[in-house]
């Protein structure tokens, strides 16, 4: 019974170990860094501060350069959103490849880019690509934005004009893990 208890002992020893060894999950930017504001070239308006976009006209933004490392064991896609302080979803990448580490910068709307990897499809709350957050103030101040990356253990079943409630829905009992999350003020210039 004793050596028992000693391999119990040296498994939990090296189970420990290796959970102190885990690094996190992380997402972060070239272009801006977590909790700093988002640089204007990412905004509807592109490179003025100013209001949200008219009715039928096209943004000037870019998306923004995304990359992360450490996901948990057994993830096999990801999910991207980007939502505002009021809940709203500014952006979705949806079926990120479970062996991708990086989403490039200006991924072009539309689901047919290469610009993004095999599988996934992108969309905003009004197209199916990136918009950009509004540049402009709300009376309480800058806007806040959350970035967050979803790992999970199968892609998604949920077609490519999915609202956010079905995104959401569907990912239910599908992580594999924590969460990464970013968080940006909008935006510099719009102070």
């Known amino acids: 019974m004793t050596w028992v208890r000693g391999l119990t002992i040296a498994c939990a020893a090296l189970a420990a170990a290796g959970a102190a060894d885990a690094r996190p999950f992380t997402l972060a930017s070239p272009a801006f860094k977590d ?4 640089p204007l070239r990412f905004t509807q308006t592109g490179t003025q501060p100013s209001g949200a976009l008219k009715p039928g006209e096209l943004s000037a933004a870019v998306s923004p350069p995304l990359a992360w490392s450490d996901p948990p064991p057994g993830t096999k896609a990801f999910v991207l959103l980007l939502r505002d302080h009021v809940d709203i979803m500014m952006w979705a990448v949806v079926n990120i490849p479970g062996d991708a580490r990086a989403l490039p910068e200006a991924i072009p709307n539309g689901n047919h880019s290469a610009k993004l990897p095999a599988g996934a499809f992108h969309k905003s709350y009004r197209s199916n690509g990136w918009l950009g957050p509004f540049a402009g103030r709300t009376p309480a101040g800058r806007r806040t ?25 569907a990912m239910q009992g599908h992580l594999t893990g924590e969460k990464a999350v970013m968080v940006t003020p909008c935006c510099d210039g719009s102070r």
Do not use: Q, R, S
């Not at 909790?35 to 988002?38: I, K, M, S, Y």
């Not at 934005?145 to 829905?169: G, H, N, Q, R």
């Open 35 to 38: 909790g700093e504001p988002l």
């Open 145 to 169: 934005y959350f970035w967050t990356l979803y790992p999970l253990d199968a892609p998604l079943a949920v077609p490519e004009d999915a609202t956010y409630a079905e995104i959401m829905a």
